[in-house]
């Protein structure tokens, strides 16, 4: 992993302590170019290779159903071992459990309200 730190239209993307972040920024409406976007950006950091993941969408405010199709889809999820959602709002845990019942992520999904929960529950699959 060389870059430590990526911007994108919608989201930070940082890969720190064997952890892939993906954090999006305040009040991001999410549309299928931009995870086409992110998916590049997290490649170029990975270099093929799976990691444990945490996309906090505490500041998302939309991701239309093409984006969120993409998103749950093995060119996003194939790079992830395990995925950790961060909210902490009743408009945020809508949209995570929706993305988690109808996209049905391929790989180990969970949301929590604390990161450090979110990272002991990944680290389970080290």
Same mark, same amino acid.
């Given at each position: !992993?060389?870059?430590?730190?990526?911007? *994108?239209?919608?989201? *930070? #993307?940082? +890969?720190?302590?064997?952890?892939? +972040?993906?954090?999006?920024?305040?009040?991001?409406?999410?549309?299928? &170019?931009?995870?086409?976007?992110? @998916?590049?950006? /997290?490649?170029?950091?990975? %270099?093929?290779?799976?990691?444990?993941?945490?996309?906090?969408? /505490?500041?998302?405010?939309?991701?239309?159903?093409?984006? /969120?199709?993409?998103?749950?889809?093995?060119? !996003?999820?194939? %790079?992830? @071992?395990?995925?950790? #959602?961060?909210?902490?709002?009743?408009? *945020? /845990? @809508?949209?995570?459990?929706? +993305?988690?019942? &109808?996209?049905?992520?391929?790989?180990? *999904?969970? !949301?929590?309200?604390?990161?450090?929960?979110?990272?002991?529950?990944?680290?389970?699959?080290?």
């Amino acid at each position: !992993m060389i870059k430590e730190q990526i911007e *994108t239209t919608v989201c *930070t #993307i940082s +890969y720190k302590s064997e952890i892939m +972040y993906i954090e999006f920024k305040k009040d991001s409406i999410v549309e299928l &170019f931009h995870i086409n976007e992110i @998916i590049e950006e /997290r490649c170029a950091i990975q %270099h093929e290779k799976k990691v444990l993941t945490i996309v906090d969408i /505490r500041n998302l405010w939309q991701a239309n159903v093409a984006a /969120r199709e993409k998103a749950a889809s093995p060119a !996003m999820t194939d %790079h992830n @071992i395990a995925l950790a #959602i961060l909210s902490d709002s009743l408009p *945020t /845990r @809508i949209l995570g459990n929706f +993305y988690m019942k &109808f996209n049905k992520p391929n790989v180990p *999904t969970k !949301m929590f309200d604390s990161e450090a929960e979110a990272l002991e529950w990944l680290n389970t699959f080290k």
